[in-house]
């Protein structure tokens, strides 16, 4: 059995585990579980195997917590490739969000209580494993009266896209905002979150075969209207959108093309907030939008933010995104669901969709965390 | 002889002017002058001429200003091309920039006397002319006692250079910025302005054959390091500049490779400032830079800062630059000077640099402003 570090991966690195375990002779770890480790960065299908670990014995400040449900999000395979900026010490636990539940707290732990659900404070905690030891401060709550879904899926889509409608531009009802890749998790939130806000949204898709239903699914969300790539293109937006008001804020998830065409699509002074670049192609933007338009190009990384805010700050985020959930206002869902066992085959699957993990299987629920 | 709206292009349309000369009925024009005109907008050698005209008789609050110096700058050009933002209506007075001596003021006019420098208050005056009958509030005071020069290029070039120093980052003794095009007039006034602000520059230029005489000025200015472009594109960048902080800072008068260039030589949440786009390509940003580095993208026109900046304040601006030349702290001077009955054929020149029309001819002195 491999004893593996609780803390966050690029934080604490694995030598830096193996010698403060050793600097606590007499030690014995007796907490384990299953966890999909990695020993070296690659292709996550190939790396990646669920393995049988044991923990390092909970101090005052820590907890034991077990996983109940964990995405696979696209940061976590970049992070397991070592694409990422963020690269983890190996060897380290995939997976950067999911939801636990809090099995025990050390003595000293004033913030949680045995039953509470749990979330990670920051990326790197390594959620795709059934059980970890964990320092309360790594730790944030999560309402356990919202779905499961939810809670395991709330910190990281429906986070960024309610950052990127608060924190660049002031938005106000009536105002318009403009959208690429709007039928992914994150563009599903930022229609869901706009339409409560009174905000408009412009969604733009690639143009696809099952074009209808995309829009109908987009349309039961809020959207106002759904475009596709190729009409945003032509000429064909300009005289269809001529008496709408041009959006204020444009969030790019694609870049190339689809970016440069959702800038133009600005009003003067308008914000393009870029959060991915799923085209793979950097953002191009004609100087005279710059200069003349005064579009401002920006970037947005939500472990940034979460890095520069304080811990009330998150947790109230999550609170009023959890408050949208049980109102039935925001609705987030995974597109797949699979036993933790499947992880590597679906991790082999490029066409996989928002994959949630779900560690109820009868395998994993013996695995042992022995409190005295 | 041809009558010539005095007011801003884009504002007062010639055919406004007419109606309002109409209604005036029994006024005669009798200022008259010299005037570089073009009727349609297309090449500046092909519709710019220079004419006698005669101009609106002057108001209460108008001013009969004598032009002494007015530069072309690459707006200038643009504006007569019609590939500007702003199309002033023809006919139209070419030039936006330049210095004037006040000849006569209109009995309400407060802020001006005879004898006092002037330039204009915005772009569009048209200042390719010996004369202009021009209302007060057009104008704004430049000091005297500076060289010709300087007082007719002060506002467009240096202002821009300091606009760019002050409005977008907080710039400390120390901290480093870096520009291309950094032989252009704007350029050398960052250097220069950077210098007395303590803020040290990194300055890109062309490769060229003139590249150690180009250095070698640029070093006078008080430059920091000067690279080229190639230098700067290629892996000895990085080495060379290993021990340098990193910039906060950079503007870019080029776009395409270059812009993308410095926008990746800046520190992580750098501003990248587009005030130009001689490459005539667009500024393309990798999306980790805008994601992962949290480098923003913005445009500075100097047109929009006008047109949101109380005149006072604009004043002070050119008050201060005003006061950094005559302590010598500021050189700015064109490449080559001409005279008016000149500016057709040198507007064919397309290697030209920086050009001063100076009004001294002796054809000029005899144009006439008869005032009772």
Same mark, same amino acid.
């Given at each position: 059995m491999l004893p593996v570090a609780a803390g966050f991966g690029g934080r604490t690195s694995w030598r830096r585990w193996a010698a403060l375990s050793r600097a606590r002779a007499g030690c014995r770890a007796?907490v384990s579980?299953?966890a999909?480790l990695y020993r070296a ?10 393995e049988?670990v044991q923990m390092e014995q909970?101090g005052?400040?820590d ?25 983890p010490a190996t060897p380290a636990v ?32 390594g ?5 970890a030891v964990?320092p ?101 937006? @300009?005289?269809?959108? #001529?008496?709408?008001?041009? /959006?204020?804020?444009? %969030?790019?998830?694609? $870049? +190339?093309? !689809? @970016?440069?065409?959702? #800038?133009?699509?600005?009003? /003067?002074?308008?914000? %393009?907030?870029?959060? $991915? +670049?799923? !085209? ?93």
């Open positions: 007796y579980g299953e999909a960065h690659g292709e996550p299908e190939k790396v990646i195997s669920v049988h909970p005052p400040h907890l034991i917590i077990k996983f109940l449900a964990s995405p696979i999000n696209p940061a976590d395979i970049n992070m397991i490739e070592g694409v990422y900026p963020v690269k995939g997976g950067n969000e999911g939801v636990a539940v809090v099995e025990h707290k050390g003595r000293a732990v004033k913030s949680f209580n045995r039953g509470d659900w749990v979330i990670p404070a920051r990326p790197g905690l959620t795709w494993r059934t059980r964990v309360e401060w790594d730790l944030a709550h999560v309402p356990n009266d919202i779905p499961l879904d939810a809670a395991a899926m709330l910190a990281v889509n429906p986070a960024s896209a309610y950052r990127m409608l608060q924190d660049f531009v002031t938005l106000l009802p009536g105002d318009y905002i403009i959208q690429n890749a709007a039928n992914s998790t994150v563009g599903k939130c930022v229609i869901q979150l706009a339409k409560h806000m009174g905000v408009k949204t412009i969604n733009v898709v690639r143009d696809r075969e099952d074009l209808d239903s995309v829009k109908e699914d987009l349309d039961d969300l809020g959207a106002d209207f759904v475009v596709t790539e190729s009409l945003l293109a032509g000429k064909d937006y @300009a005289r269809e959108f #001529a008496k709408v008001p041009k /959006p204020v804020l444009a %969030l790019n998830a694609v $870049g +190339g093309p !689809s @970016a440069t065409n959702i #800038a133009r699509a600005l009003a /003067p002074n308008g914000t %393009l907030v870029t959060y $991915g +670049g799923m !085209s793979k192609k950097p953002v191009t933007l004609p100087t005279g939008l710059l200069i003349f338009q005064n579009i401002v190009s920006r970037g947005f990384w939500l472990s940034r933010w979460t890095e520069n805010t304080a811990p009330i700050d998150r947790d109230t985020m999550i609170m009023h995104l959890a408050s949208l959930i049980r109102e039935g206002r925001l609705k987030v869902g995974p597109s797949k669901r699979i036993s933790f066992t499947d992880l590597p085959a679906t991790l082999a699957d490029r066409s996989r969709g928002k994959v949630l993990i779900e560690f109820d299987d009868d395998r994993f629920a013996a695995t042992k965390a022995y409190i005295s």
